[in-house]
T-cell receptor
Framework: DTGVSQDPRHKITKRGQNVTFRCDPI?????LYWYRQTLGQGPEFLTY????????KSRLLSDRFSAERPKGSFSTLEIQRTEQGDSAMYLC?????????????????FGDGTRLSIL | RKEVEQDPGPFNVPEGATVAFNCTYS??????FFWYRQDCRKEPKLLMS???SGNEDGRFTAQLNRASQYISLLIRDSKLSDSATYLC???????????????FGAGTRLAVHP
């Protein structure tokens, strides 16, 4: 199965530490997204890339968060100086951009997520 | 007002029942809509896209009502395995194929019992 892959599945760390997550999208997908989900809520958009370009960042993405997609394939999301409020499931999704007005938007497919717990 | 709103439920229904969920959205320019299913502590999985003309996939039917700004999901002949949280997602872009970040509702919980 060549779905979206995320690593690690779980991360437990102490407050103040830095963490980095990795996402490998579906191979032919040129768009990659990061979302965050907390209990009882839907996923909240953080940022997205088209190829290697980061095209939009949510206001939720504070200066402690940085995301990269250097070669337009896998992406990393780093959180510096973690806080307890960062505890959440971090989800990555990918899709294929559709530039034809005749085509419906291609849906996003999600990875298993990385569950972050800050002690 | 939230951009995308759903009744959190839970909807408790017996096997074989028909159940419907609605999801309202605030941005009238939105063009693309989706239903996702999420099992406990798992990732959202795409259930179906919602097209302007509505669409059906087996026991599942999705409809879009642009005038009232809501989408609906109908599940017929509910199975125990349908128990999950159903998330609606809206792409707020006014352009098909444009930026397609998704705005999610908080989800509706469905519990199907024997």
């Amino acid at each position: 199965d060549t779905g979206v892959s995320q690593d690690p599945r779980h991360k437990i760390t102490k407050r103040g530490q830095n963490v980095t997550f990795r996402c490998d999208p579906i191979s032919e997908h040129n768009r990659l997204y990061w979302y965050r989900q907390t209990l009882g809520q839907g996923p909240e958009f953080l940022t997205y890339f088209q190829n290697e370009a980061q095209l939009e960042k949510s206001r939720l993405l504070s200066d402690r968060f940085s995301a990269e997609r250097p070669k337009g394939s896998f992406s990393t999301l780093e959180i510096q100086r973690t806080e307890q409020g960062d505890s959440a499931m971090y989800l990555c999704a990918s899709s294929l951009a559709s530039f034809s007005t005749d085509r419906e938007d291609q849906p996003q497919h999600f990875g298993d997520g990385t569950r972050l717990s800050i002690l | 007002r939230k951009e995308v709103e759903q009744d959190p439920g839970p909807f408790n229904v017996p096997e074989g029942a028909t159940v419907a969920f609605n999801c309202t959205y605030s941005n009238s320019a939105s063009q693309s809509f989706f239903w996702y299913r999420q099992d406990c502590r798992k990732e959202p999985k795409l259930l179906m896209s919602v097209y302007s003309s509505g669409n059906e996939d087996g026991r599942f039917t999705a409809q879009l009502n642009r005038a009232s700004q809501y989408i609906s999901l109908l599940i017929r002949d509910s199975k125990l395995s349908d128990s999950a949280t159903y998330l609606c997602a809206v792409n707020p872009s006014p352009f098909s194929g444009g930026y397609n970040k998704l705005i999610f509702g908080a989800g509706t919980r469905l519990a199907v019992h024997p």
